[in-house]
């Protein structure tokens, strides 16, 4: 059989990273933005165009999409993309949130748990996994969702928040957190779209639900920063943006034993304090030329 192409449809944050990770000529990325990434090549796609799609795809590949949904009663990106992947992939892989659970007062969430999404934004994410699942299982496609937290890594720490003082909620009145480092996030990307892994439903994080007030302060006191100043909940309803209070409001702890035993990945950053450490390290480094 000929060798299994990794296409990625949205190459943003993670996505560029999983460019960084593959072996040269195997990777096709897509974006609105043409380029390249080193040696792998970036074609230009933009599924907010209501126009047909031509992707020249290989005969033989799986594809990661980490496009967010756009649209109310369906994901109208994904429906302009889905027609187009002739042949069909191995596999296809749809990047969600474990936002999709909403609130459960910090219990634990497996993926056995039902989602209830609190917010326009995570209904929509689960709008778009139901059309993926639906299409994949008439079109007899593999495919897996992976349902993923907040991700952190080189540029994506909040330093620029951190220095200008932004507060944190209380450390006693904060909800457990639940995130991933960025090349962790990539070792399940890689795993996700090997056809032999077994398909369905994954929660990804790195397993350390220490609170969103730990990290900023930990990420402030290994890059000399003063810490953040504390406030209650009340005043951070008043005064944090509703789309950043929805995210501190909600409280559970994402389960991921299924990304362990199932999709075969153990996060090197289980502990985010090397997780930080290393994300500043690869900031420093990057400055450096």
């Given at each position: 059989m000929a060798a299994l192409y990794h296409l990625i449809v949205g190459s943003g944050y993670s996505g560029r990273r999983l460019l960084e990770r593959c072996v040269s000529g195997q990777c096709i990325g897509f974006s609105r933005t043409p380029g390249t990434l080193g040696r792998t090549s970036i074609r230009e796609l933009d599924l907010d165009r209501d126009q047909p799609i031509d992707l020249a795809l290989p005969e033989n590949y799986s594809l990661l999409y980490t496009v967010p949904p756009q649209g109310s009663a369906k994901d109208e990106r994904l429906a302009r993309l889905l027609p187009a992947l002739q042949p069909l992939p191995q596999r296809i892989v749809l990047v969600s949130t474990t936002g999709v659970y909403g609130d459960w007062a910090g219990e634990a969430v497996d993926e056995s748990c039902e989602p209830r999404p609190g917010s326009k934004r995570s209904l929509m994410r689960i709008v778009a996994e139901r059309q993926l699942v639906e299409w994949a299982d008439a079109n007899r496609v593999s495919w897996v969702i992976l349902r993923v937290p907040g991700i952190y890594g080189p540029g994506r720490l909040g330093l620029d928040r951190l220095a200008a003082g932004e507060p944190s909620i209380r450390e006693e009145e904060a909800n457990p957190g639940n995130r991933i480092h960025v090349d962790d996030l990539v070792s399940c990307y890689l795993a996700a779209l090997d056809p032999a892994r077994p398909g369905g439903i994954y929660n990804v994080g790195d397993g350390d639900h220490r609170s969103s007030t730990w990290f900023a302060e930990e990420t402030a006191r290994q890059a000399n920063l003063p810490p953040p100043p504390q406030?209650?909940?009340?005043?951070?309803?008043?005064?944090?943006?509703?789309?950043?209070?929805?995210?501190?409001?909600?409280?559970?702890?994402?389960?991921?034993?299924?990304?362990?035993?199932?999709?075969?990945?153990?996060?090197?950053?289980?502990?985010?304090?090397?997780?930080?450490?290393?994300?500043?390290?690869?900031?420093r480094t990057a400055s450096q030329g």
């Open positions: 406030i209650s909940r009340e005043e951070a309803r008043q005064s944090f943006s509703a789309m950043r209070y929805s995210f501190l409001n909600e409280s559970r702890r994402i389960a991921t034993e299924r990304m362990h035993t199932e999709l075969g990945v153990t996060p090197r950053f289980a502990n985010a304090e090397t997780g930080i450490a290393a994300s500043l390290a690869a900031e």
